[in-house]
């Protein structure tokens, strides 16, 4: 799967949870919180989905700012 695939999923998975947001303002440098408002619920929320949709759990000690950082750490376990 490619960077631009994950890319394209996330966002999906993002506005299925806030549905509020336009897919425009979602890009690899969006923050989490800032500029996506995504709180602990959401990120819960978030993080479920993205590891139902790819088909891994994240580690506990995974950090996470912005979307790229989500990009970055799926396509080195799909890719790996």
């Not at 999906?12 to 890009?27: H, M, Y």
């Not at 790819?54 to 376990?77: C, L, M, R």
Request: charged content about 25%.
């Amino acid at each position: 799967m490619t960077r631009e695939e994950i890319l394209g999923n996330l966002k999906d998975i993002v506005l299925t949870i806030k549905p509020r947001l336009e897919l425009s303002s979602i890009s690899m440098e969006s923050s989490l919180v800032k500029d996506l408002g995504i709180d602990s619920l959401s990120m819960l929320l978030v993080s479920l989905a993205t590891e139902n949709k790819f088909g891994f759990q994240f580690s506990p000690q995974a950090k996470f700012n912005t979307i790229g950082d989500v990009v970055d750490y799926i396509d080195n376990i799909l890719n790996k």
